[in-house]
């Protein structure tokens, strides 16, 4: 078998390429060159996808790509934690997230039979499912007693099960814990924290850094992408952009090669939280590092002072991110710091960060990205308020905001039938219109 990066380089166009190029609106050659690039990654594990689309026929991901030259992608996470867990809230809020525009989902469940949750919602994704296989490690056991073989099987078995993407935090490493000491907040990464404890525990280099052959391997086996984890990402404005966090993303820019010489599919995992004016810097950093792999950020959150808003915080750093260089956006919800998130705060989180990507692809002048907002505005002039409803990036929010004004056809209650400048203007324009 032959993952995507493989295929692509050996000139093949996938039936997975293929429906990317389809859903890009660009021609399948294009999307093969970009993912031989490794510009372009299409997270798509064998397992996961039906055999129409070059699966092993018993999976039902509707494949897209991840990258620079595509429209900007948004990622749900969705998770149990040890106090609460129901594998059918789970799955309600991926297809909520789904439905409200998440491009992908990731699976960072700790509490409850995270097996049973895993296979319940690969069983239903029909967009691309993440985890961070470190999670389900830990789960019975110190993260002290983890052996390397015990590292191993568990991503061996989440491979096969069908995950399309594996966070694998391989890049912090023991010489950077030192610099991550100086910090205000430390390590915020839950990954990298038990990472750090078990090299300090051992005292002993990172063993995903020390086998990454043969994680290589294994992901390779089953076409599962790299999303090479940041570890050290800033956990607050005061940790942005600091030595912990570059030092890192360079040891991260040399796995990204070596997980490309070895025929595997690799994104990179970024900050955090950034003040807004280091975005574009932290952007053009990771290109140059990480040699052009999508950047898949974490926000930035850009303020420390608005919990139950961090969605916004984080919308507003999303926005700059991705028209800076990001490709990949990890939604961040009104829960943030504060508890997990239910159903409620998945809906908020996803249409904030949608937004943000939307935003970020008109201003990159992606072709077709402004189709929406023009259309929005011709229905706006029009008073043509169903169309305004259905071009909506929500429109269940319009509809119940357009239904408690209580407004007239051709009019809102923001200004009424009189001050309408709309209304009015429009006969008024009319007469300039036949002028010469």
């Known amino acids: 078998m032959q993952t995507q990066l493989e295929a692509a380089r050996a000139g093949r166009i ?112 029909t967009v691309p499912l993440g985890t961070v296989p470190i999670y389900e490690m830990i789960r019975d056991r110190p993260i002290e007693a983890l052996t390397r073989e015990e590292m191993l099987a568990t991503i061996e078995k989440q491979a096969r099960q069908g995950v399309d993407f594996f966070t694998i935090h391989a890049g912090i490493l023991r010489e950077h814990l030192p610099l991550a000491a100086r910090r205000l907040a430390g390590i915020v990464s839950r990954g990298g924290s038990l990472l750090a404890a078990w090299m300090t525990h051992h005292e002993a280099q990172n063993p995903f ?29 005061a940790d942005a952009s600091d030595e912990a966090q570059f030092a890192e993303l360079r040891a991260l820019g040399g796995l990204v090669r070596r997980a490309r010489a070895q025929g ?57 991110a991705a028209y800076h260089g990001a490709a990949f956006l990890c939604y961040v919800t009104p829960a943030e710091h504060l508890g997990l998130p239910g159903p409620a705060d998945v809906r908020e989180g996803v249409i904030a960060h949608r937004i943000a990507a939307h935003a970020a692809d008109i201003a990159r002048g992606l072709p077709g990205a402004r189709e929406r907002d023009d259309a929005m505005s011709r229905a706006r002039a029009a008073f043509d308020w169903e169309a305004q409803m259905t071009l909506a990036l929500d429109a269940t929010r319009a509809r119940e905001i357009r239904k408690n004004a209580g407004a007239d056809e051709d009019f809102c209650s923001m200004c009424g039938r009189d001050w309408c400048a709309m209304r009015r203007s429009r006969d008024v324009l009319a007469r300039h219109r036949d002028r010469p």
């Open 209 to 237: 850094y020390e086998m990454f052959d043969d994680l290589c391997a294994i992901l390779r086996a089953h076409d599962v992408a790299f999303s090479l984890g940041d570890g050290l990402r800033p956990g607050c404005l």
């Open 14 to 125: 996938t039936p997975a390429a293929r429906r990317v190029a389809e859903r890009e609106g660009l021609a399948p050659e294009q999307v093969r060159d970009f993912v031989a690039a490794g510009r372009v990654v299409i997270p798509a594990n064998v397992h996961h996808l039906p055999a129409a689309l070059g699966g092993d026929g018993s999976g039902v991901l509707d494949p897209l790509g991840i990258g620079r030259p595509l429209r900007t992608k948004v990622n749900a996470n969705l998770g149990t934690s040890p106090d609460h867990s129901c594998q059918d809230e789970e799955r309600v809020k991926m297809e909520l997230a789904v439905r409200y525009g998440a491009d992908a989902v990731m699976d960072l469940s700790t509490g409850g039979d995270l097996d049973a949750i895993r296979r319940h919602l690969i069983a239903h994704a």
């Open 264 to 320: 595997c599919q690799v994104m990179v995992e970024g900050p955090g939280h950034v003040p807004f004016d280091q975005i574009e810097r932290n952007m053009r950093i990771e290109e140059e590092l990480c040699d052009g792999a999508p950047f898949y950020v974490l926000g930035p959150v850009v303020t420390d002072a608005a919990p139950g808003y961090d969605h916004i915080t984080s919308a507003i750093g999303a926005t700059a």
